[in-house]
């Protein structure tokens, strides 16, 4: 039973890793400051460049609860970087669910390890949900913090509730290419790990 409770090394494991996520996915979005087609690809360009580390990661995953306290940590550092806690639910719930798909394979499944890397990055869609549910007050907020009305005006023309099901879409199957990515860069420690 010992075996399946989170120790210091798997929060070590847990750290570094959700450390280097959030580092290349602040480097993509900072990105976005060129231009809000940059925004609107997030759905696609974060689950794809960040294939490799979450592979690294997923190499190394043996326990329930490693995904799921990756995203709450996630959860929060949207909040610390002004996106509310609007998305939070969904970011965490993609952690868990990711965590208990991975669970049934095992952690030695490729397929249920696809499935799980998908699911997971649908917490980029929660980054998108202020633009959707407070729309107004989020667009004068770009404006106020430097934007110019062109780019807000863009930005809300491309992601809008009738693109959001497309975004959550993207995210999911980005996720899954990121996945195979991140697998051909990194076999040796899929090897190493066993995930067939």
């Known amino acids: 039973m010992n075996e399946k ?15 280097i996520l959030w580092v290349v996915q602040m480097v ?22 960040t294939g490799i580390p979450m592979m690294l990661y997923y190499a190394r995953i043996e326990k329930f609860g490693m995904l799921t306290i990756t995203s709450v940590i996630v959860a ?8 509310g806690f609007l998305g ?10 990711a965590d208990l ?26 980054s998108y949900l202020p633009l ?26 491309l992601v809008t509730p009738a693109t959001y099901p497309v975004i959550i879409l993207l995210c999911f199957v980005c996720g899954v290419i990121g996945a195979f990515i991140g697998k051909a860069v990194v076999r040796k420690n899929f090897e190493k790990a066993g995930i067939v």
Request: hydrophobic content about 55%; overall charge positive.
């Open 5 to 19: 409770k989170l120790k210091a090394r798997d929060f070590i494991t847990i750290g570094i890793f959700t450390a």
């Open 28 to 49: 993509i979005m900072y990105l976005g400051f060129l231009s809000p087609f940059v925004v609107a690809g997030y759905a696609v360009l974060i689950p794809i460049v």
């Open 101 to 126: 798909i991975a669970k049934s394979g095992k952690y030695k499944s490729w397929k249920k390890t696809v499935i799980s890397c998908g699911v997971f990055n649908l917490w980029v869609s929660a």
């Open 76 to 83: 929060i550092l949207l909040f610390i970087f002004g996106m």
């Open 132 to 157: 959707i549910l407070t729309a107004d007050s989020y667009k004068q907020s770009l404006i106020e913090s430097g934007f110019d009305a062109s780019f807000a005006d863009t930005l809300f023309t």
């Open 88 to 97: 939070a639910p969904v970011c965490i719930a993609a952690g868990v669910i």
